[in-house]
C-alpha cells in the first residue's frame, strides 16, 4: 500500500508521511481508516520502528492522524487534503516565481497555465 524508496535522499518517515497525506488526498485511505500498527507498517516495510513512529508522530501533530492509545491511528481525510492542497500551491508560486525568474511574462505564465489545465 504504502510505497518509499530506500535510495532517495528524502528521509523514510518524510517519505511515508507525504505517502499518508497523498493517499488520503486520493480517497485511497478513507476518512477514519485504521493505518497499520507502527510495529506491523515497519515490518511490512523493512524499516525501523521508530522511522514509522516518526511519521506517524508528526502526522498526528498535522492532524492528518488521530490516535488513541491502545486502539490505533486513525486518517482525518479533511486534513490531509488540507495538506495537500496547501502543498500543491506553495509548489505553483515557487513554480510562477520560477518563471518571472526566468523572464516570462505574466501573459506567457497565464498562457502556460491555462494550457496545462485544459489538458485535463
Known amino acids: 500500500m504504502f510505497r518509499i ?49 516518526k511519521a506517524y508522530q508528526r502526522l498526528e501533530l498535522d492532524g492528518v492522524l488521530r490516535s488513541t492509545a491502545g486502539v490505533g491511528s486513525f486518517v482525518v481525510r479533511e486534513k490531509a487534503l488540507e495538506k495537500s492542497r496547501g502543498a500543491a500551491l506553495e509548489a505553483l508560486r515557487k513554480a510562477v516565481q520560477n518563471a518571472q525568474e526566468k523572464g516570462l511574462s505574466k501573459e506567457e505564465i497565464r498562457k502556460a497555465v491555462e494550457d496545462s489545465i485544459g489538458g485535463m
Open 5 to 53: 524508496d530506500p535510495q532517495s535522499r528524502t528521509p523514510l518517515y518524510q517519505q511515508l508521511y507525504e505517502e499518508v497525506v497523498r493517499l488520503s488526498s486520493l480517497g485511497a485511505l478513507a476518512d477514519g481508516e485504521r493505518l497499520p500498527s507502527v510495529r506491523q507498517l515497519a515490518a511490512a516495510l523493512g524499516v525501523n520502528p521508530n522511522t514509522v513512529q
